[in-house]
């Protein structure tokens, strides 16, 4: 079973810590993503990676930094968390190239107080 | 903005009725994608049809592609309380970056038993 597994379901933090999302993938699949989800908005793209050690902005970057050292993981990072950020954060990851399906994790509710 | 609008943003029918829900997007595509989101759940892919589709089906799926209209629906049939969920439609642009899909809103449906 391909499985994307995100390391915590729920973290409460305080404004003004550093935060890390993990994301580990065990399909070998090049593309892996990070999106936030909120009520009323949908999911929008934070970053992705198309490959090891590459990354690109996606549509809301702001506030956020993303580390891809190995293949399998992909790390999402607030550097300062506000409570602005509070949201809930999907990790998915897809194969090479465009036209695939992505598989997403279970998702990481952060609260920040 | 959103690529993809599903419409409507809430649906309530009855178990063994027809759920059915669109989505409009406002660029050309590579394909559109069809996923399902339980309550706090991470998102599943049920369905992709690609842009030289018109219409596709999977067991209770049926999904048709108007690109001439920039439309999609999606037509869940002899609905189980089980399809109770959140649904989007993602599309994978032409033309644009390789490498994400965008996402609606999506539609909340609602099977009551």
């Known amino acids: 079973d391909v499985k994307v597994t995100q390391s915590s379901r729920y973290l409460v933090k305080r404004t003004g810590e550093k935060v890390f999302l993990e994301c580990v993938q065990d399909m070998d699949h090049e593309n892996m993503f990070w999106y936030r989800q909120d009520p009323g908005l949908g999911l929008r793209l934070i970053y992705f990676s198309y490959d090891v050690k590459m990354k690109e902005k996606g549509d809301i970057p702001e506030g956020y930094s993303v580390s891809r050292e190995k293949k399998e993981r992909f790390s999402l990072i607030l550097e300062s968390a506000s409570t602005n950020q509070t949201s809930m954060y999907l990790c998915a990851s897809r194969d090479r190239g465009n036209t695939g399906e992505l598989f997403f994790g279970e998702g990481s509710r952060l609260t920040v107080l | 903005s959103q690529q993809g609008e599903e419409d409507p943003q809430a649906l309530s029918i009855q178990e063994g009725e027809n759920a059915t829900m669109n989505c409009s997007y406002k660029?050309?595509?590579?394909?559109l994608q069809w996923y399902r989101q339980n309550s706090g759940r991470g998102l599943v892919h049920l369905i992709l049809?690609?842009?030289?589709?018109r219409e596709k089906h999977s067991g209770r799926l049926r999904v048709t592609l108007d690109t001439s209209k920039k439309s999609s629906s999606l037509l869940i049939t002899a609905s189980r309380a089980a399809d109770t969920a959140s649904y989007f439609c993602a599309t994978d642009a032409r033309g644009g970056s390789n490498y994400k899909l965008t996402f609606g809103k999506g539609t909340l449906l609602t099977v009551n038993p």
């Open positions: 660029t050309s595509i590579n394909n």
């Open positions: 049809i690609r842009s030289n589709e």
